[in-house]
């Protein structure tokens, strides 16, 4: 078994989630709109975040997530921001920015201690980000 496989077997479910943000927001600030090919990497690499922020906005609202009630309300409120403004990123370098600062700010947060996770978190399956 490789290590980097064995490391991602062993890390916690925040760590996957900050590794799976910054893989994507690294494609989505590397993408070149500019041109056809970079267009099209900067809607997937959209997409891709738009569906990890869903996938953490259906899990903070499972019952079973230990996160606050605070924290849940504000991270499924970002969701929706992404949700709302993922397509207008591709056109909008302002909109694009702030969807590269929101997974940011939230990496950052990641790397600090905060609330424990629920058991049965579906991070491991964005690992492909």
Known sequence: ????????????GRDLEREVLERVTTRM?????????????????????RA???TFASDLANPNNLCS???KASMI?????VERNTQAASKNPDV????????????AGLRHSAPPRSPASPSRELLGA
């Open 96 to 107: 694009l920015r702030s969807l590269i600062e929101i997974n940011e700010s939230i990496i």
């Open 29 to 49: 600030r590397a993408a070149d709109p500019s041109d056809v090919a970079g267009l099209a990497q900067l809607h997937e690499a959209l997409q891709r975040n």
């Open 69 to 71: 009630n605070d924290l």
């Open 77 to 81: 409120s970002i969701a929706g921001f």
């Open 1 to 12: 078994m490789e290590y980097g496989v064995v490391q991602r077997e062993t890390a916690s």
């Open 52 to 54: 990890i922020w869903m």
